[in-house]
């Protein structure tokens, strides 16, 4: 079936004006007509909340780390209706840190410039036709690009609602595309806000876990707990009106126990009272999970960041001494 794309919104941001035009003009070769610009990233963030677009296409160039810090904010959902648009992330060159932070931001794609007209399309119909489902973990919410089945890999793969399907190739009006959006919306933010929830918990017990097996005043102690705070507030924030209420007291708790590590009270107290806390906050969301399978679990993923993090500190140290030969 052909893809009609004359009643999709489509919302491109370019700081460039020549460039932004010639986007515009491309989308409108292809078949687009609802097409809305946008030079700075303010105005794209305003416009993202007034109108979810259906696809974005956002340069890159001058401003990577801010556009893929907003870029995350808005696949987490708080502040916009539609976390799951379509997300086309266009450059002019491709280095390894602008291709790693495109990727890390929970972007669809990662498109450089010059591009033809049949190339965006090729791109765009494939997130059509063949979108890949979505993960949640601590600290992302996108497109699975896992190459592994480790235990910090598990994430549960979802379909996000993609309303630039329903609409190309489906070919519901606007009216019948936002009906259908917003029941599939409301599921998938529901399966988002319980599946971060989790993933938050799970993230505070290894950082119990990795704190607990530090020498007290250790660096990286400092930045566990800075960790551990952030995290804790986050899912008593979230839980709020929601049917993990009984998440929040043992949040509280964990603040607790961090207060006292950071003042330097009898720590041996802290870090039970953490560790508990942290536990308890854990099975609010996962009750099917016994204590035992718990902390295999816990200590599994543990094991792998410590691998992870010894293996970083050996390339450091060779590099360093090659540095100094």
């Known amino acids: 079936m052909r893809l009609v794309f004359d009643t999709a919104d489509t919302l491109v941001f370019d700081p460039v004006a020549a460039n932004r035009n010639a986007t515009r003009t491309t989308l409108y070769n292809i078949g687009f007509r609802r097409i809305e610009t946008v030079g700075n990233l303010d105005a794209f963030a305003e416009a993202v909340k007034r109108r979810p ?7 890159a160039h001058g401003g990577v780390d801010e556009l893929c810090a907003m870029i995350q904010n808005l696949r987490l959902g708080v502040t916009v209706y539609n976390p799951f ?14 291709v790693s932070a495109v990727l890390n931001s929970g972007a669809d794609d990662l498109l ?7 190339m965006l399309e090729q791109r765009i119909v494939a997130h059509i036709e063949r979108r890949k489902g979505f993960v949640i973990t601590s600290d ?29 190739k489906e070919r519901l009006t606007s009216e019948e595309a936002n009906q259908r959006l917003d029941s599939a919306l409301k599921d998938a933010r529901e399966s988002l806000i319980t599946e971060k929830l ?3 918990a799970f993230q505070i017990c290894v950082l119990w876990r990795l704190t607990q097996g530090r020498e007290p ?6 930045v566990d707990l800075s960790k551990l705070k952030e995290a804790a507030k986050g899912v008593a924030r979230r839980s709020v009106g929601t049917t993990f209420e009984s998440a ?16 330097g009270v009898d720590r041996n107290a802290s870090m039970h009272l953490l560790g508990h806390a942290a536990l308890n906050l854990n099975r609010v969301f996962k009750p099917e999970t016994s204590p035992d399978e718990q902390l295999t679990a816990i200590d599994a993923t543990v094991a792998l960041v410590r691998a992870r993090m010894e293996a970083k500190e ?12």
């Open 53 to 59: 677009p259906d696809l974005a296409l956002c340069e």
């Open 85 to 98: 648009i379509v997300i086309i992330v266009t450059a002019w060159e491709q280095s390894g840190g602008l």
């Open 112 to 118: 450089l410039r010059p591009f033809s007209a049949t």
């Open 140 to 168: 992302y919410v996108g497109p699975d690009r896992r190459r592994d089945a480790t235990p910090a890999s598990s994430a549960e793969l979802f379909q996000p609602p993609n309303s630039l399907k329903m609409k190309t």
């Open 198 to 200: 989790r993933r938050d």
């Open 217 to 222: 005043g250790a660096n990286p102690n400092a």
């Open 248 to 263: 929040i007291p043992w949040c509280e708790s964990v603040l607790a126990a961090i207060e006292g590590l950071e003042v």
């Open 314 to 325: 050996a390339r450091e140290r060779i590099d360093a001494t090659a540095a100094a030969m």
